[in-house]
């Protein structure tokens, strides 16, 4: 597997050849058992079909680990695996502003453009992913850490309130 220094830019050639040794050898490949999330998806119109595999830190902030498994073009297969490796360690709130020039800036934007959906299955599917986590993750913790005033009935004091926490579903 050629090993790039992240400032170096390839060709065309060296892009196509690049993302064959990715699809032929695909690193990250394969389940995850203790996954946070998984989550599927198939590019419109084409073969490729994808499963990722995501690992979160126990805080929910920070990628630990992802992995894929999946069928289709080489773009879409070898793009998922350099996407589990870059991600690694990456902080869930640069996902947002990250695409798939910034994700793989030494890959030759011409082959990438021309098969854009497939390059960019897995970083939508890692994006959504995540979001979602994220969300649920935020929703968990304002239902803990809003307590609520509920009014008791009877007794006759309209002003007694206790509180009353909700508890997530």
Excluded: W
Aim: include cysteine.
């Amino acid at each position: 597997m050629p090993i790039l220094a992240p400032t170096e830019t390839l060709d065309r050639f060296e892009t196509i050849e690049l993302l064959q040794a990715y699809y032929q050898h695909p690193p990250h490949y394969g389940s995850l058992a203790d996954a946070t999330l998984s989550l599927s998806g198939h590019t419109p119109g084409c073969s490729d079909q994808l499963t990722l595999y995501i690992r979160l830190r126990s805080d929910g902030q920070r990628i630990e680990q992802v992995q894929f498994e999946g069928v289709g073009c080489t773009i879409s297969q070898a793009a998922a695996a350099l996407l589990c490796e870059r991600v690694t360690g990456l902080p869930v709130t640069e996902l947002a502003t990250l695409d798939i020039f910034t994700l793989l800036p030494e890959l030759d934007r011409g082959v990438l453009v021309s098969r854009i959906r497939c390059a960019t299955l897995a970083l939508g599917l890692l994006k959504v992913g995540v979001a979602s986590a994220a969300a649920q993750v935020g929703e968990q913790k304002a239902a803990v850490a809003e307590p609520t005033t509920a009014s008791l009935k009877g007794g006759g004091d309209e002003g007694n309130r206790t509180p009353v926490q909700k508890i997530p579903p």
